[in-house]
């Protein structure tokens, strides 16, 4: 069950890749509808605690962590509000390392966990989420990005908004 205001730990791409996805999203929300919101992988979210004692957990999850390399490996789609149309991460070693040294950190378990940055929140049909697929071109896309950040962010799936409380660099 989806906690609406909660938090997460976002890994953000930068530069022209952030560039590049940030376009599509704003595509995608536009002609579509759907919400506004920033390129990222979650590594863990839907947690509640104290927003000091979040920071101080971040900020530990960050010490712990060297830089490390996000793959992403063509698009899909399932049928869920959060999970509409998305680009599938893939699950690497140094990838599912900062996974569980996150979740080992805010004593965090999540069982339907699906590594992936999402491009659409919304319902739309199947049809027309295939057709994203096929108008966007990303089916075969391969892309990567490098993790140098952390960012908290706090999640308010009411009204649609998700604001970065804070960034922390890796080690």
């Known amino acids: 069950m989806r906690i609406p205001l909660s938090y997460s730990i976002w ?59 996000v793959s992403i490996k063509g698009a899909s789609f399932h049928d869920e509000f959060f999970r509409s149309f998305f680009l599938n991460v893939e699950q690497t070693p140094e990838f599912l390392k900062a996974r569980r040294i996150a979740c080992d950190i805010f004593d965090f378990e999540e069982t339907d966990y699906i590594p992936h940055m999402s491009l659409f929140y919304g319902d739309v049909d199947k049809d027309t989420k295939q057709s994203m697929i096929k108008k966007s071109g990303l089916r075969n896309l391969s892309l990567t990005f490098s993790v140098q950040s952390l960012y908290l962010v706090k999640n308010d799936e009411v009204k649609l908004k998700w604001k970065k409380l804070s960034e922390f660099k890796l080690k």
């Open 11 to 69: 890994l953000m791409p930068e530069g022209n890749t952030k560039n590049k996805l940030t376009t599509l999203i704003e595509k995608l929300r536009l002609e579509y509808g759907g919400p506004n919101f920033e390129p990222h992988v979650t590594l863990i979210g839907g947690f509640v605690k104290e927003e000091k004692v979040l920071l101080e957990k971040t900020e530990q999850l960050a010490s712990r962590l060297s830089q490390f390399t």
